[in-house]
């Protein structure tokens, strides 16, 4: 679905990710991991097109996007859930969810994405008129990922879905991911937390100053020595 080669990107003509190159197949849930400034957010910002590539080519479900703009790529099919949630604190959790779906045509398909996405959080449908500002930061990041959802993605990434969130609610929302998985949608997530991440996707690159250092199945980079070593304390 997805394939990434010798991928350079960058701020203002200064490369951060060198000669990246990366895979996803339909179905699979990948992650990258690494630590903060390793580069995450820069490739998820070049896979959804918010960035263009220096060098390198990013292929999505055979075609060469690399030019295509961002609007472009979500209707195509690829949904970008950003670090940091950013949702309209003031608007409620239906106007939000909304939001996600402006790619869609009608009316009717909108509706229809919203029942969905409201049958595998029934929790949102319960409290849609509530304003988002008033959830709490786990729950907020699952209406995150419900309203990139909403645009019905092939792909849909998410950055960093733990951050700033209590351990107890890392766990929540991780579970908010198995409910997708349920649904056969491809997943691309990156995160910090290195062994959570790992232990819910199928495979998994290791990210360290914007080059990948590892890759391999979830728990091949589980028991690896510089996973181990650099990343769970071991
Ligand atoms: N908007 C930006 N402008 C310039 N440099 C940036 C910008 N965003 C990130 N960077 C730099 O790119 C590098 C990778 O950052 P980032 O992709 O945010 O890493 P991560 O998501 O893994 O924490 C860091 O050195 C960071 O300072
Ligand atoms: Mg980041």
Known sequence: MLKVRNLKLGYDNVPVIFDVSLDVKEKEVVSIVGSNGAGKSTILRGLSGLIKPMAGTIEFMGE??????????????????????????????????????????????KKDALDQVYALFPRLKERESQPAETFSG????????????????KLLMIDEMSLGLAPVLVDKVMDSLKVIRTTGITVLIVEQKVKEALELADRGYVLASGRILQTGTSAELLESDIVKKAYLGM
């Open 138 to 153: 786990g729950e907020q990041q699952m209406l995150a990922i419900a309203r990139g959802l909403m645009s019905r993605p």
């Open 64 to 109: 060469n996007i690399n030019k295509i703009p961002a609007h472009k790529l979500v209707e195509m099919g690829i949904a970008h859930v950003p670090e940091g949630r950013q949702l309209f604190g003031k608007l409620t959790v239906r106007e939000n969810l909304m939001m996600g779906a402006y790619v869609l045509k009608d009316e009717a398909t």
